[in-house]
């Protein structure tokens, strides 16, 4: 039953409002001042507040202020024997719904409460959906690289520089560019996602820019672009080292000036944007290949961030799991599905090549084909099963103990250095570089160990 709390030192208006009201099923509470609503409001939570503008001690208009610091999203309606229509907008700037004159019209009170209740109404599925967009869209893990990561978000988010995404395919940019927006001071406004690398050359000024009526054939009509849509928000531009060099151009342009021009247009249109950019692909060795703009990569890369793949934070892989069967058991409608222990170990210790994004997939088909409530080895793919069994054999081979310290430094060296190799993906220049080695030196240790990639 909704509540509505009654403001108002004339009790014959009080009495009159209680009966229709709560004929129409409402609860009502009563408040002869403006200092005892705002006591009320304390230990209360009306859904709507009728009140009053003429009343002893603090009126209607300084109770109404006081309110909204209390409850930004408090529904209040006015009534006052004394209306103006400048009293009615002062009262509408302070955060009224509505005003309604003395004498009281039933059915004008009626109208405006329900029309109230279902702004209401809005305002808390808006706020359940942010909310559940934000559970959906939560970084999950505490592993030390994640934890890194969500620091410099922290730090970087409340600034106004632009950001530069690395990472590979699946890894989760498009999480870091919302967690950047959400603890930006931007996080009421737009974010507005583009993916670079699934829109036609010929189209993606069209869609970043918007066109005017008459442009290029079909276009019947002018057309806002994402810039447009994103200003005062944050643009987040997937995938931008398949952008063309033309296009390139009129980014960097706009990040120069703040303002652009639609395609088929003559009129500059300012924007107040940020914009988070994000790519798989190494711009530094794209600018040498004359593929990317070095000027627009330094204009982007004002705050790099590098997400790192999941082979390099795989004590998040238990808690993934948990927080993807919890995810879509719910979406599916099934009882809530458990992992057994040897088939997390085979999760844990595979490498990932597609990233969350793959593990995500995986646990999805899982809930879906898997027939009991327990996701057993032999429910996982072929692929992950037997690279657990493998692990298996090398694990048992590693309890033969060698013969002298020598042979065992060997062998050591021999596992690190393959280990490191494939969380590298055969990288020998990367891998020299993280483990602190002569790219040479690691070449004749390769040779030396006869490691092939596996």
């Known amino acids: 039953m909704k509540s509505i709390l009654i403001v108002d030192d004339e009790i014959s208006i009080c009495q009159s409002l209680e009966g229709i009201l709560e004929d129409e099923g409402f609860r009502t509470s009563f408040a002869s001042t403006g200092e005892e609503c705002l006591t009320l409001i304390q230990s209360e939570d009306p859904d709507l507040i009728l009140l009053d503008i003429w009343m002893p001690g603090i009126d209607g208009l300084q109770t109404l202020k006081k309110i909204k610091q209390l409850r930004p999203h408090q529904l209040v309606v006015m009534m006052s024997g004394h209306g103006s229509i400048e009293t009615a907008v002062k009262a509408t700037r302070l955060g009224a ?37 934000g559970q959906d869209y939560q970084m999950i893990g505490e592993s030390s690289a ?100 033309k296009t390139q151009a009129k980014i960097l342009r706009i990040l120069q000036e703040h303002k652009f021009d639609r395609v088929g247009g003559n009129r500059m249109i300012e924007v107040d944007v940020r914009v988070i950019a994000a790519t798989n692909k190494n711009l530094q060795e794209e600018i040498k290949s004359g593929k990317f703009r070095e000027d627009l990569f330094f204009r982007l890369n004002v705050l790099p961030f590098q997400v790192p793949p999941l082979r390099k934070r795989k004590d998040d892989i238990p808690r993934l799991c948990e927080h993807f069967l919890h995810y879509f058991c719910g979406k599916e ?45 032999s429910d996982l793919p072929l692929g992950i099963n037997q690279n657990s069994q493998q692990n298996d054999r090398q694990s048992l081979v ?57």
């Open 146 to 245: 994640i934890d890194q990561l969500k620091q410099q978000i922290k730090i970087a988010a409340p600034s106004s520089g632009w950001v530069l995404i690395n990472g590979e395919n699946g890894t989760g940019k498009e999480l870091v560019a919302r967690a950047i927006h959400q603890q930006s001071t931007r996080s009421e406004k737009p974010f507005i996602e583009i993916n670079c690398a699934a829109i036609p050359e010929e189209l993606i000024e069209s869609e970043l820019f918007g066109h005017e009526k008459g442009a290029f054939t079909g276009a019947t009509a002018a057309r806002k672009g994402k810039f447009d849509q994103a200003n005062g928000g944050t643009l987040f531009l997937d995938e931008i080292g398949d952008m063309s060099l």
């Open 333 to 377: 409608s099934r009882d809530i599905k458990s992992i057994s222990a040897e088939a997390l170990n085979a999760l844990t210790t595979y490498n990932w090549p597609g990233n969350v994004r793959e593990l995500k997939n995986l646990i999805e088909r899982l809930v879906i084909m898997t027939p009991g409530k327990v996701i057993n080895l």
């Open 97 to 133: 719904y509505d005003f309604i004159e003395k004498p009281l019209s039933l059915d004008k009170v009626l109208l405006s409460i329900h029309n109230a209740m279902k702004i209401g109404q809005l305002v808390a599925e808006n706020k359940a959906l942010k909310e559940k967009m």
């Open 398 to 454: 590693s309890t033969d103990m060698p013969n002298s310290y020598r042979e065992a430094k060997e062998v050591f060296e021999k596992q690190f250095l393959l280990e490191k190799l494939r969380e590298n993906d055969w990288n020998v220049s990367r891998t020299a570089e993280e483990i602190g080695l002569e790219r040479s030196n690691l070449h004749r240790k390769i040779k030396g160990y006869q490691i092939e990639p596996t």
